[in-house]
T-cell receptor
Framework: AQSVTQLDSHVSVSEGTPVLLRCNYS??????LFWYVQHPNKGLQLLLK??????LVKGINGFEAEFKKSETSFHLTKPSAHMSDAAEYFC???????????FGTGTRLLVSP | GAVVSQHPSWVICKSGTSVKIECRSLDFQATTMFWYRQFPKQSLMLMATSNEGSKATYEQGVEKDKFLINHASLTLSTLTVTSAHPEDSSFYIC????????????FGNGTRLTVT
């Protein structure tokens, strides 16, 4: 079975500093991996996706993630945090049946002025 | 881009009553939609997969008689919480896939259900 582990439940940064949200996955096959963002009482918005093409994936709002098979990681980064980035971030892996998504437990990003 | 519209965004109901939540794909056809439940400060748990024109596939532990799913058209899936109880209070989110099987899901904005 596939799974994802988000290593930090909370990450706090100052505005203008880099962001790193960590995600490790477990998969028996070549996985599809996603990062979604959720603002309070809202649905989820896709930030970026990895589907076995380029290992460095660029997403919206300046976010990017690098797929590292040797480390089974898919960490999300952004060079400079903005106040509007404060939200919950979910790392997600899609199972081999292409239907179900398996969600990580989420990382809450806090951005201080 | 693809838009998934969910209605209502929030609802308060009394114990014992039923509540219907709608999920619509506004600019695309969705043969498959997914219903998730999210408890406060927790991740999303898949409840069921809704297939147009056929019965929904429920995840283990989800009561199909309590959470009725209907996917009567390619643009609409509904989730009805029957005989709601306070423990059913939660955030319910639907999603739909646009295009091929390996394409990502697009999510609705969710419905906050409070059962008093």
């Amino acid at each position: 079975a596939q799974s994802v582990t988000q290593l930090d439940s909370h990450v706090s940064v100052s505005e203008g500093t880099p962001v790193l949200l960590r995600c490790n996955y477990s998969s028996s096959y070549s996985p599809s991996l996603f990062w979604y963002v959720q603002h309070p009482n809202k649905g989820l918005q896709l930030l970026l996706k990895y589907t076995s093409a380029a290992t460095l994936v660029k997403g919206i709002n300046g976010f990017e993630a690098e797929f590292k098979k040797s480390e089974t990681s898919f960490h999300l980064t952004k060079p400079s945090a903005h106040m509007s980035d404060a939200a919950e971030y979910f790392c997600v892996v899609r199972d081999t049946g292409f239907q179900k998504l398996v969600f990580g437990t989420g990382t809450r990003l806090l951005v201080s002025p | 881009g693809a838009v998934v519209s969910q209605h209502p965004s929030w609802v308060i109901c009394k114990s014992g009553t039923s509540v219907k939540i709608e999920c619509r794909s506004l600019d695309f056809q969705a043969t498959t939609m997914f219903w998730y439940r999210q408890f406060p400060k927790q991740s999303l748990m898949l409840m069921a997969t809704s297939n147009e024109g056929s019965k929904a596939t429920y995840e283990q532990g989800v009561e199909k008689d309590k959470f009725l799913i209907n996917h009567a058209s390619l643009t609409l899936s509904t989730l009805t919480v029957t005989s709601a109880h306070p423990e059913d209070s939660s955030f319910y989110i639907c999603s739909a896939r646009v295009g091929a099987l390996n394409s990502p899901l697009h999510f609705g904005n969710g419905t906050r259900l409070t059962v008093t």
